[in-house]
């Protein structure tokens, strides 16, 4: 059992990383481009609503900057989830494999289809879905019928694999897509919290049919609120957008909608502040990266603790740096959270596993002894790219 002071000398070493002590919040947003100026422009013209020039160059260069063909700027990353199992036809009752370990959205979208969720479990060096283990795992409860995946046991379709690159690392996407073929099963990616993290050089959210990301006020850019979805198939991409715009088949003035669509578009306010915050992603990441950095050096040989650092295959964007506490003991890491918010920083644990939340909990597992040790260890710290100005 570790004493307090090994918690203090914990909360020493990082209070000594950060360039002031108070009031450090976990990820602010950070504002020193064209915002104001491309948002005046909005107001000016009066362009601020669900059609306009920054929603076009939004996508543009969001395409181009993560190498995916369409990106489809959308209200939220939730909404771009479920766009992307919409478009990938889940149906209801179907079953989709997502990690224990996540966001409560990733979880959300699938019941937003109707489908259910089937919680996989994590591996410790990416923290993401363990296609190893998940393999193993289909191999007794799933059966190939007709060239879908159906669960043994429940009956259901298994329509897709839903991986999630938590915090910013790359799960095993070339580990995970050979499960997918495997078991004839669908990639979608959850690419809400890596923005600029790359799996073997090439952009998260790029390696499955669709893949999600998110521009909420604490991600790593932010349009206040926002997602898109992105797709390599050009087809999906279309689905997408019209699924996205009340499936209203363009016309001058004539209203027709030819399926039963969302109102799910980004307004052009919204994605006036990301094409001022995408214009600063490269000074984002090297600053988010120098912070990990400092923090691995800071921690290195400070006992009971381990900074969590990139997979070996990924280059991450460090969205919220992480730490792992030895003992798996949730009254410990209480602790720890306590002592750094009375010192003024702001941290938080990781999510609560979704399969434990009460809408989830007869949901079908795999046995996820690696998601409750993350749970009960990790701590995140500060992270804003702000804290940095290299
Ligand atoms: C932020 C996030 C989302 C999407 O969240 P929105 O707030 O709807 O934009 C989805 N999944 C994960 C893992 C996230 O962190």
Redesign the pocket.
């Known amino acids: 059992m570790k004493t307090d002071t090994d918690l203090t000398r914990i909360v020493e070493s990082v209070k000594a990383v950060l360039p002031y002590q108070q009031n450090i919040g976990l990820h602010e947003p950070c504002f020193q481009g064209n915002e104001w100026k491309y948002l005046k422009e909005c107001i000016d013209t009066g362009w601020v609503s669900s059609v306009g020039k920054f929603v076009d160059q939004f996508e543009l260069k969001l395409a181009d900057f993560t190498g995916v063909k369409k990106a489809i700027a959308v209200a939220?990353?939730?909404?771009?989830?479920h766009l992307c199992l919409k478009v990938i036809e889940t149906e209801p009752d179907d079953e989709i494999l997502v990690p224990a370990l996540?966001?409560v959205?990733?979880a959300n979208?699938v019941s937003h289809c109707g489908a259910v969720c089937h919680f996989a479990d994590s591996e410790e060096h990416t923290l993401g879905i363990d296609p190893i283990r998940l393999d193993k795992y289909l191999q007794k409860i799933a059966i190939l019928k007709n060239g879908s995946c159906y669960n043994k046991t429940t009956g259901r379709r298994i329509k897709a694999v839903l991986p999630?690159h938590?915090f910013g690392h790359s799960v095993d996407l070339d580990a995970l897509v050979e499960v997918c073929n495997t078991y004839k099963l669908m990639l979608v990616e959850?690419a809400?919290?890596s923005l600029g993290s790359y799996y073997k050089g090439r952009h998260t959210g790029n390696h499955g049919v669709v893949s999600?990301l998110?521009?909420?006020g604490?991600?790593i850019i932010t349009t206040g609120?926002?997602?898109a979805v992105m797709t390599n198939d050009e087809r999906l991409g279309r689905l997408a957008k019209h699924l996205s715009t009340t499936a209203k088949v363009p016309h001058d003035w004539a209203f027709y909608h030819d399926m039963v669509g969302y109102n799910y578009r980004m307004p052009n306010i919204n994605a006036a502040l990301g094409c001022a915050q995408l214009e600063q992603m490269a000074i984002f990441i090297k600053r988010k990266r120098a912070l990990a950095d400092l923090y691995a050096k800071a921690l290195k040989d400070i006992h009971g603790v381990t900074f969590f650092t990139e997979p070996r295959f990924s280059k991450s964007n460090y969205w919220l740096n992480v730490i792992l506490l030895q003992n798996t003991d949730i009254e410990l890491r209480n602790r720890l959270i306590t002592m750094f918010r009375g010192n003024g920083l702001m941290v938080r644990p990781a999510w609560t596993l979704i399969n434990k939340l009460p809408m989830y909990k007869d949901c079908p597992s795999m046995e996820l002894p690696v998601a409750e040790k993350i749970e009960a260890s990790l701590v995140n710290l500060p992270s804003s790219a702000g804290l940095l100005s290299v």
């Open positions: 939220n990353g939730t909404v771009a989830l996540t966001f959205a990733t979208a999630m938590t959850d809400a919290e999600a998110s521009f909420n604490n991600k609120g926002g997602g």
